[in-house]
C-alpha cells in the first residue's frame, strides 16, 4: 500500500523502519509467483548430461517391463481356438495385400498389370522409384485414415471389415482341432528348414554347380561395381527385377517348356540338397553314386508316343504329353520328394503314370529258377530311372540297399515282355530288364498292367533318345 498506517509500521533501535508482518507473508508469496532466474548455458548442459548418465546407474532401477512378459500358458483348446481366430484375423490384410500383388504378376487383368509395369519401368528409369513406393505407402495409410474415420464408407471405397463370425455349428473334435494345427506347423516349418539348408549348403560349396554359379555371379557382380556408376547400376537392377517379375515369371507359369529350358535359377534351387540328402547320399557306396549320376538328357524334339489311347498312357503316362507335363512342373507333389528322398534321387523327378503315386504291384523274380521265393514290391518310372521297391520294408522313411533297384535307363540294353512260367495260361505278366554290367537280367513278375508298363518305359527311353527304346 501506498499509505501506511502508524500501526503497520515499526522502527527498530536504528530508527530504520521495519513491515509487518503480514506484509512480510505478502512479500515472500510475490516472490514464489515470480519464475527463477533461468541457469547459464554451461549448468544446463551439466544438468542435461548428469541426467543421461544417471539412467546407467543401479539406484532405482525398475522392474521388467510389461511388453517383456513371456506367454507360458498351459495348453487348452479355447485358448488355442481363440488365438487361431485373432491370428487368421488380423492376418487377413497381409494375405489380401499379397493375393493383390499376386493377381497383378499373375496377369489377371492385363490392363491394369501392364499398367503398373508401365509406371514401374518409367520410375525406373526416372530415378523416381523410391518416390512412387513412398506416395503408394502415404496413399494407403490416407486410405485406412479415412477409414477409420468413416469417411471412406461413405465415399464407397472403404468401410468397416468383415465381422468375425462363427459360422461352424458343428465344430471338429478338440483333438482333431490340435493335430490338425499341429500338422500345419511341422510342414511349415521342414519347408523353412529345407530352404534354410539349402541356402547354408550353397553357401558352404555342398554343391558344386551352384558354388559354381554364385561364384561368378558375384565376381561380375563386382567388375559392375568398379566399371558402371550407381545410377546406372540401379537402373539395370530395377530393369531387370521388372522384368523377371513381371514378364519372366509369367511365361515360366504359362509355358512349362520355357521355364525347363531357361528357368536355371528355379531348378539348381531345387537340386540344392539338405542335411537329410548329403547324409544319406554320403552313406552311399561309390557304385551307387554313380548310378544316380547317370541322369539321362531329354531328346530334341521328343519322340510321339506310340501307345494307343485305350491303354491310358498317352493321356499322362508315355511320350510327349506325359513327359512334357511333369518334366517343366515348377513343383513336384509331396509323395513325389518323399519317394525321391527315401531313393536319395536328387535332383526330384516325378513318377510317370501308368505306374502312379503307388506304382504298380509286382513281384522281383530271379531267372532261371523254377521255385523260389518271391519278392513282392512295386515298380516306379521317372524320366531318368526304372526304381523297384520293397513292399514290406524294414524301414519306409529311409530304405537299406536290399530293400530298393535304381535301375538308370540310360543303362539298359533292352526290355521285353517275359513269360516266366511256361505252363501258365496267357501272354505272361512279366517284363525283362537287361542292363550293363548285369549278367541276369531283372525280371518283375505279376504285373496286372505289363503292356501299359511296357509302353511307357519304352515312350521314356524314346523322349530321352535312348537306342534301346528307338530299335524296340
Known sequence: PLFRSAESTSVDEKGNESLSQEERGDAD???????????????????????????????????????????????????????????TGNFKLVLRTVGLFQDVLAWKNPLLTLFVFIIYMYSVWTGYLLHVLLLLCIGQVGINWLNAGGVGKQLGFGGEEGRNEDRETNEKKKMQLVIDVARQVQNKLALVADGIEKIKNLLMWRHREAGNRLLSSLVYALLFVFFLSPPILFRLAGFGLGVKVFVLSAVFRAFPKVERRYGSVSQLYRALPTDA???????????????????????????????????????????????????????????????????????????????????????????????????????????????????????KAQLEKDDYILIPLCDVTSIKKAKPISFVPGKGMALEVSVLDRQKPYLFGAILKRDDAYEAIINAGKAAGLEWALTA
Open 29 to 87: 508469496d510475490l516472490a514464489q509467483l515470480q519464475p527463477p532466474p533461468k541457469p547459464s548455458l554451461f549448468a544446463r548442459i551439466k544438468i542435461e548430461i548428469a541426467d543421461r548418465l544417471a539412467d546407467f546407474t543401479d539406484d532405482d532401477q525398475p522392474e521388467k517391463l510389461a511388453e517383456d512378459f513371456v506367454y507360458d500358458y498351459p495348453l487348452t483348446y479355447k485358448r488355442l481356438k481363440s488365438n487361431l481366430k485373432r491370428f
Open 277 to 395: 540328402q548329403l547324409k544319406a547320399y554320403n552313406s552311399l557306396t561309390e557304385e551307387e553314386k554313380a548310378i544316380r549320376k547317370r541322369v539321362v538328357k531329354r531328346a530334341s524334339p521328343p519322340l510321339p508316343a506310340q501307345s494307343p489311347p485305350s491303354s491310358g498312357i498317352e493321356e499322362g503316362g508315355g511320350g510327349e504329353s506325359a513327359m512334357d507335363s511333369t518334366w517343366g512342373r515348377q513343383d513336384l507333389c509331396a509323395a513325389d520328394v518323399e519317394f525321391c528322398r527315401r531313393l536319395v534321387i536328387n535332383p526330384p523327378e516325378p513318377r510317370l503314370q501308368p505306374f502312379g503315386e503307388k506304382g504298380l504291384k509286382c513281384t522281383l523274380l530271379e531267372k532261371g529258377k523254377t521255385f523260389q521265393i518271391p519278392s513282392p514290391g512295386r515298380l516306379h518310372l521317372t524320366h531318368s530311372f526304372l526304381c523297384w521297391e520293397r513292399m514290406f520294408a524294414k524301414n
